[in-house]
């Protein structure tokens, strides 16, 4: 069983910049980001292959957000640069993919509890 827990949303203006960490009991084949906007359903960020450190990115947030991994202290990252209104959202980390494409979130075993990152115009 692993567990995730994910740490670093807040406020910020649009332009601004925050960090989200994920910190795990262990890493799995793929970890990944996704996000819930208020009434809307949720949505892959950004993955990656801890062993390959392969990265696949969601169109929306291209040349914007950066995922990273710290195998020393199993932790992952979402860089988030020149962040829009429109990137306000729950995010949460994920691990384990078994089945589906890095991005679809049916296909991952665990989930962290998520952290809310709010961007204001």
């Known amino acids: 069983h692993v567990q995730l827990v994910e740490s670093g949303g807040g406020s910020v203006q649009a332009g601004g910049s925050l960090r989200l960490s994920c910190a795990a009991t262990?890493?799995?084949?793929?970890m990944a980001w996704f996000r819930q906007p208020p009434g809307k359903e949720r949505e892959g960020v950004a993955a990656l292959s801890p062993g390959f450190g392969a990265t696949v990115y969601a169109d929306s947030v291209k040349g914007r957000f950066t995922i990273s991994q710290d195998r020393a202290r199993n932790t992952m990252y979402l860089q988030m640069d020149k962040l829009k209104p429109e990137d306000t959202a729950m995010y949460y980390c994920a691990a384990d993919l078994r089945r589906g494409g890095w991005l679809s979130g049916d296909g991952y075993n665990y989930w962290g509890q998520g952290t809310q990152v709010t961007v204001s115009s």
């Open positions: 262990e890493f799995r084949t793929c």
